[in-house]
């Protein structure tokens, strides 16, 4: 089945530290899309992806960073300069207009600063 | 600028009663319209569309919405909560020309009670 693979499910990071989210998708989706979720605020936009090797920052880029060399894959880092890290993550695709099937999420990695 | 808006950040019901979740959009083009529910920890799950077509539209769940243009709205109901329901719902929107983004509402978390 077609899906997207977020990993891990659960991730600890130390204070000063870099950390990398996993997103893979095998839906021959062209865009993909990072979101932050915390609680009260809904989903906040932190990077998107329309072609390979193209991105543009969302609302949120400050302190995190992206690639987009393949097009299944659109890996996440969360850089030292993100002050306020511990999130929920979300991870989303889609076809390049996405108006009849809106977005495909992952099943999301929970950051949390230790 | 488009927008959404979701009335009530909390929703409760008791089980079987009717469910009703609340969405306006502000927009002079009708925009494509979508419903997403979303369990605890995890993804967000495509729960009903407007896109083109019939403006009664049908989704997962036993969930329905009617879209409205004369309202701006799209208010998805379920006639019997049951306690399954009980997740947190975005309504979301892209608007043509907008970069086909979609923009979500800050969410309604619905909690059904016995």
């Known amino acids: 089945d077609g899906g997207i693979t977020q990993s891990p499910k659960y991730l600890f990071r130390k204070e000063g530290q870099n950390v990398t989210l996993s997103c893979e998708q095998n839906l021959n989706h062209d865009a993909m899309y990072w979101y932050r979720q915390d609680p009260g605020q809904g989903l906040r936009l932190i990077y998107y992806s329309q072609i390979v090797n193209d991105f543009q920052k969302g609302d949120i880029a400050e302190g995190y960073s992206v690639s987009r060399e393949k097009k299944e894959s659109f890996p996440l880092t969360v850089t030292s300069a993100q002050k306020n890290p511990t999130a929920f993550y979300l991870c989303?695709?889609?076809?390049?207009?996405?108006?009849?099937?809106?977005?495909?999420f992952g099943s999301g990695t929970r950051l949390t600063v230790v | 600028a488009q927008s959404v808006t979701q009335l009530g950040s909390h929703v409760s019901v008791s089980e079987g009663a009717l469910v009703l979740l609340r969405c306006n959009y502000s927009s002079s083009v009708p925009p494509y319209l979508f419903w997403y529910v979303q369990y605890p920890n995890q993804g967000l799950q495509l729960l009903l569309k407007y896109t083109t077509g019939a403006t009664l539209v049908k989704g997962i769940n036993g969930f329905e919405a009617e879209f409205k243009k004369s309202e701006t709205s799209f208010h998805p109901t379920k006639p019997s909560a049951h306690m399954s329901d009980a997740a947190e719902y975005f309504c979301a929107v892209i608007l043509t020309g907008g970069g086909n983004k979609l923009t979500f509402g800050t969410g309604t978390q619905l909690k059904v009670e016995l």
């Open positions: 989303a695709s889609s076809t390049q207009l996405p108006y009849h099937y809106g977005y495909t």
